[in-house]
């Protein structure tokens, strides 16, 4: 049974920063299945649909929407299977409730099945 459990949320003014963070737990075939899943991270505001914001591949490789791009970094700690997202020069529009998760497969073109409980951001 896997499980995605956030952290790190709360309240800031713009142009502040916050960490995120995503701990998994649980297993699909081994002890370090998570260096090897595609993971992402998720946000939906009041409202509005819910929208990728970025994604780390089991290469390391990186995608970020538009609109965070410069701003957020997404990274992982294998050992600890832990997903990041480091968001600096907040804007009132990143106010959303934030999600992680994974699709389970090293194609990050696969939908997205897990999903965590979410932490929410409010900026001000």
């Known amino acids: 049974h896997v499980q995605l459990v956030e952290s790190g949320g709360g309240s800031v003014q713009a142009g502040g920063s916050l960490r995120l963070s995503c701990v998994a737990s649980g297993s699909v075939t081994g002890t370090k299945d998570y260096e090897y899943y595609c993971m992402g991270w998720f946000r939906q505001a009041p409202g509005k649909e819910r929208e990728g914001v970025a994604v780390?591949?089991?290469?390391?490789?990186?995608k970020y929407s538009d609109s965070v791009k410069g701003r957020f970094t997404i990274s992982k700690d294998g050992g600890k299977n832990t997903l990041y997202l480091q968001m600096n020069s907040l804007k009132p529009e990143d106010t959303a409730m934030y999600y992680c998760a994974t699709n389970l497969h090293f194609d990050c073109s696969i939908a997205f099945n897990i999903w965590g409980q979410g932490t929410q951001v409010t900026v001000s």
């Open positions: 780390l591949d089991s290469d390391g490789i990186t």
